[in-house]
């Protein structure tokens, strides 16, 4: 059952990509494989650079009790999870923020110089990145399960269930979106403003992300709240991005708007 759950989950995520280029093509510009493969490069490099920065907490507490790992190797799992249960909310912000800095920095690289709609298929190649890790997670749900109370099971499956069929919307409005209003903002010479403004955005979409999987993860957060609090991530997280999006591709008046 988890297989063909798994099967079902990764033929949906390359299928909605497969749409969304199509979408794009259809009603904006017509798109060029390597505008694409740029956008898939500096992604890469962007979240290489951004895992390395994300493990220094926990490497700071590995480090720090490494020590204890030949009598006890499993005290520093124990030292990691209780530092992230102290210290969750500031971890949240600081996994989004580093998230944010890396891959729109990167984006601004990506995009500068390059006419507008090869921005839009540079944001397309971040999104397929996007897409990529969660058919890594799909395949890795075959192997790895984590332990949780059976009621909190239920409402995690539906909300993941969710997460998954908005997962291509998000990923392909907003990636994409992100990399018009820089472009746009760079125009105009006020390209690191339209950098802020997508790390912020950024920011709060990764952190919200962290802060939900981990609460779930580690028990800080019952039933009660995995459902209010998931509605209030998907509302804000989608709105936010289609909101980029049509923003990115506003031509009405130019480029006035932005100056």
């Given at each position: ?155 995690v499956a539906a ?9 291509p919307v998000i ?89």
């Open positions: 059952m988890q297989l063909i759950t798994a099967l079902l989950a990764i033929t949906y995520l390359i299928t909605s990509s497969a749409i969304a280029y199509l979408l794009f093509s259809k009603f904006t510009w017509r798109g060029r494989a390597y505008w694409v493969l740029i956008g898939v490069g500096f992604m890469l490099l962007a979240v290489i650079l951004q895992a390395i920065v994300q493990g220094i907490p926990t490497l700071i507490i590995v480090f720090t009790h490494v020590s204890e790992a030949p009598t006890n190797p499993g005290s520093i799992i124990g030292f990691v999870q209780g530092f992230v249960k102290s210290n969750i909310y500031w971890l949240a912000i600081y996994m989004g923020l580093i998230a944010g800095v890396f891959q729109e920095t990167f984006r601004y690289l990506a995009v500068k110089d390059r006419e507008f709609k090869a921005s839009l298929y540079i944001g397309y190649g971040f999104a397929v990145i996007d897409i990529a890790f969660t058919v890594i997670s799909a395949l890795s749900s075959l192997f790895i399960t984590m332990p949780m109370e059976f009621n909190v099971q239920q409402y909300v993941s269930i969710v997460g998954l069929v908005l997962q990923s392909f409005t907003f990636h994409p979106g992100a990399s018009l209003i820089i472009r746009r903002y760079q125009s105009v010479g006020r390209g690191f403003l339209g950098l802020l403004l997508m790390i912020l955005a950024h920011t709060y979409i990764d952190s919200f992300t962290w802060y939900l999987d981990n609460a779930v993860a580690l028990n800080l957060i019952g039933p009660g709240l995995v459902v209010p609090l998931s509605s209030v991530f998907f509302a804000t997280v989608t709105a936010i991005s289609a909101l980029i999006l049509a923003t990115g591709l506003r031509v009405d008046g130019g480029l006035r708007s932005f100056t």
